[in-house]
């Protein structure tokens, strides 16, 4: 069996013609799409040297220093600013720096790079695990999730691995670390009966068209909330999914989706266009079709607090905004809807995925 590349080698491929195609991804554009460049060879040897060369070519400029005995948390620095966060998301941007400049530097950064050890780490990845959260411990307790602890090993994995292709260091001190296992959260999805209390209780609190709507197609958080009036056609009765809300570095933001799948149109219900028509008189002119006092988008946490108060002043238990999207897929398969089309709806990847995440309902 061929060895599967690892991320950042590139891809090689026989095309049809019998030649040899590597690809490898550069960066991004200003719409956060990959760009890539590709060579072309007779044989896979020569096609890998030459994707080699390409990528050395793209390669950042060698610093003075980078060297063995250097400090692990300015190898980390210049790894994430060099290496890794050209290739990132806005989104992806933050929760790795929030994971190497709050916590790997702080705890590890001192250590010179060529004597970390796997100890070290298995010791900070323990600290985490006990007493790694600096917010909000009142809440939460003082350590932090087996998410964290996983992200943050990943990222020091990937960096010290690229410290071994570059000669820094022998071995990979990360490889062998025991960490948290990886569990599935748990999905919960509303009754018709609990769907009911819900949809009532958010018309009391004036946010029934927004919760519909989620009911009724599926969408993510940060779509729904990126919906404007042009992506709508009431009369042909469907909705294109263009964009999506986030937050980075505390600012409400307009982004691009996160994969071509997710750009998509759905049908929409009666129900939906009725409502929707009752929210386009509530708007007026704003080009948004869910807005904040302030006349922009609304805020994702903002949404998530308000989808919280709801449920608890209807009795229900409390779930994730993620749960109604898995609400709405669990409804449309026990309804008939065949799985291609809950897939393409979701905007899942593959039909394949969408049938091992809900093959409890089918």
Same mark, same amino acid.
């Given at each position: 069996?061929?060895? /599967?590349?690892?991320?950042?080698?590139? =891809?090689?491929?026989?095309?049809?013609?019998?030649?040899?195609?590597?690809?490898? @991804?550069?960066?991004?554009?200003?719409?956060?799409?990959?760009?890539?460049?590709?060579?072309?060879?007779?044989?896979?040897?020569?096609?890998?040297?030459?994707?080699?060369?390409?990528?050395?070519? +793209?390669?950042?400029?060698?610093?003075?220093?980078?060297?063995?005995?250097?400090?692990?948390?300015?190898?980390?620095?210049?790894?994430? %600013?060099?290496?890794?966060?050209?290739?990132?998301?806005?989104?992806?941007?933050?929760?790795?720096?929030?994971?190497?400049?709050?916590?790997?530097?702080? $705890?590890?950064?001192?250590?010179?790079?060529?004597?970390?050890?796997?100890?070290?780490? %298995?010791?900070?990845?323990?600290?985490?695990? %006990?007493?790694?959260?600096?917010?909000?411990?009142?809440? +939460?307790? $003082?350590?932090?999730?087996?998410?964290?602890?996983?992200?943050?090993?990943?990222?020091?994995?990937?960096?010290?691995?690229?410290? @071994?292709? $570059?000669?820094?260091?022998?071995?990979?001190?990360?490889?062998?670390?025991?960490?948290?296992?990886?569990?599935?959260?748990?999905?919960?999805?509303?009754?018709?009966?609990?769907?009911?209390?819900?949809?009532?209780?958010?018309?009391?609190?004036?946010?029934?068209?927004?919760?519909?709507?989620?009911?009724?197609?599926?969408?993510?958080?940060?779509?729904?909330?990126?919906?404007?009036?042009?992506?709508?056609?009431?009369?042909?009765?469907?909705?294109?999914?263009?964009?999506?809300?986030?937050?980075?570095?505390?600012?409400?933001?307009?982004?691009?989706?996160?994969? /071509?799948?997710?750009?998509?149109?759905?049908?929409?219900?009666?129900?939906?266009?009725?409502?929707?028509?009752?929210?386009?008189?509530?708007?007026?002119?704003?080009?948004?079709?869910?807005?904040?006092?302030?006349?922009?988008?609304?805020?994702?946490?903002?949404?998530?607090?308000?989808?919280?108060?709801?449920?608890?002043?209807?009795?229900?238990?409390?779930?994730?905004?993620?749960?109604?999207?898995?609400?709405?897929? =669990?409804?449309?398969?026990?309804?008939?809807?065949?799985?291609?089309?809950?897939?393409?709806?979701?905007?899942?990847?593959?039909?394949?995925?969408?049938?091992?995440? +809900?093959?409890?309902?089918?």
């Amino acid at each position: 069996m061929a060895r /599967k590349r690892k991320n950042g080698e590139g =891809t090689v491929r026989l095309r049809k013609d019998g030649r040899w195609e590597g690809r490898v @991804v550069i960066g991004y554009d200003e719409k956060n799409l990959p760009k890539t460049k590709n060579v072309l060879a007779k044989t896979k040897s020569e096609c890998v040297e030459k994707l080699k060369q390409l990528q050395e070519q +793209y390669a950042p400029p060698k610093s003075d220093k980078v060297k063995s005995d250097m400090p692990f948390g300015e190898w980390m620095d210049f790894w994430y %600013q060099n290496y890794s966060r050209p290739k990132l998301r806005p989104t992806t941007r933050s929760g790795y720096e929030g994971r190497i400049y709050q916590h790997i530097i702080p $705890e590890l950064g001192s250590i010179p790079l060529n004597q970390l050890t796997q100890n070290d780490l %298995q010791q900070f990845y323990v600290r985490l695990k %006990q007493s790694g959260r600096l917010l909000h411990t009142e809440h +939460y307790g $003082e350590g932090l999730s087996d998410t964290m602890v996983r992200g943050s090993h990943a990222n020091c994995r990937s960096a010290l691995e690229k410290a @071994v292709q $570059e000669g820094l260091i022998r071995i990979n001190p990360a490889v062998c670390c025991k960490l948290p296992p990886k569990k599935a959260r748990e999905m919960q999805v509303l009754t018709r009966e609990e769907i009911q209390r819900f949809l009532i209780q958010a018309k009391a609190e004036g946010y029934f068209e927004l919760f519909l709507l989620e009911l009724t197609t599926g969408l993510r958080r940060g779509e729904l909330l990126g919906l404007k009036w042009l992506d709508i056609d009431l009369e042909k009765g469907d909705l294109r999914v263009q964009r999506q809300i986030g937050r980075i570095d505390g600012k409400i933001i307009e982004m691009p989706l996160k994969t /071509k799948n997710a750009y998509r149109t759905l049908p929409l219900s009666a129900d939906a266009i009725n409502v929707l028509m009752q929210q386009r008189r509530k708007t007026g002119n704003s080009e948004w079709v869910f807005l904040s006092p302030t006349g922009g988008p609304m805020s994702p946490d903002s949404v998530l607090h308000m989808l919280h108060r709801i449920l608890k002043r209807a009795g229900l238990p409390k779930v994730r905004f993620h749960d109604l999207r898995h609400t709405f897929a =669990t409804l449309a398969l026990q309804n008939g809807v065949d799985i291609k089309t809950v897939s393409g709806m979701l905007g899942h990847f593959s039909a394949g995925f969408t049938l091992d995440t +809900y093959a409890h309902v089918t």
